[in-house]
Every structure is written in C-alpha cells, then in structure tokens.
Nanobody, 122 residues
Framework: QVQLVESGGGLVHAGGSLRLSCAAS????????MGWYRQAPGMQRELVAR?????????EYADSVKGRFTISRDYAKNTVDLQMHSLKPEDTAVYYC??????????????WGKGTLVTVSS
C-alpha cells in the first residue's frame, strides 16, 4: 500500500514562508494526481493545490492561495512539494498530502498522509 510521508510543517510568523514535502513510497503505483489539502479546526478539509497527470499535466489551486503557494512534483522520486509564501494566520491548518492512481490491473484508489501542522502567528 502507498505510504505518504509528509514533512516541513511548523510555526511561522505572518508573511513568512514554509515548504511542505511529501514522499510516496510505492514505486509500483501509477500516480495520476498528487496534491495537498488542509483542514482548519472546526472546518471541512479543503483542496489547497494539486497536480494531475491523467491525460495532460495540469495544476489546480484554491483561490485563497493563488499567487502565494506553488505546487511542484518530482516524477522520478514520486514527491510533491508545496512552497508557501506570504503566509497568513488563516492558512493555519493541518496539511494533508493526497495521491490518486492505481496498481496495474486494479481499480483507481486514493491515499492520504497523516498530516503536518502549519501554524501562522499574527
């Protein structure tokens, strides 16, 4: 089963930057999308950014992070990073790595990381 290991969360002042990284362990899994979601206390989990490569490579960002966050993927290493700049207190949340794909001959499936906490102080 795909294992996702996240790193890079922490405490930062408003206006600061952080970089989140996620490494996927299973090289037999075909990844069609990798990305990041977040969940703030009392809120639903929401998409932050994702890269899809099912038919063509495309990126998607939440409106609230456009221009501040950049998602990137290393296809050789099966990693996905989220570079976050100009962080705001409202970016405070647990950030989850997310992947979609399939094993050869199997149905598509998705997997989540355990999450990494990002706290932005005002």
């Amino acid at each position: 089963q795909v294992q996702l290991v996240e790193s890079g969360g922490g405490l930062v002042h408003a206006g600061g930057s952080l970089r989140l990284s996620c490494a996927a362990s299973d090289t037999t899994f075909t990844f069609t999308a990798m990305g990041w979601y977040r969940q703030a206390p009392g809120m639903q989990r929401e998409l932050v950014a994702r890269i899809s490569s099912r038919n063509r490579i495309s990126t998607e960002y939440a409106d609230s992070v456009k221009g501040r966050f950049t998602i990137s993927r290393d296809y050789a290493k099966n990693t996905v990073d989220l570079q976050m700049h100009s962080l705001k207190p409202e970016d405070t949340a647990v950030y989850y790595c997310y992947v979609e794909g399939w094993y050869s001959g199997k149905y598509p499936e998705s997997h989540w990381g355990k999450g990494t906490l990002v706290t932005v102080s005002s």
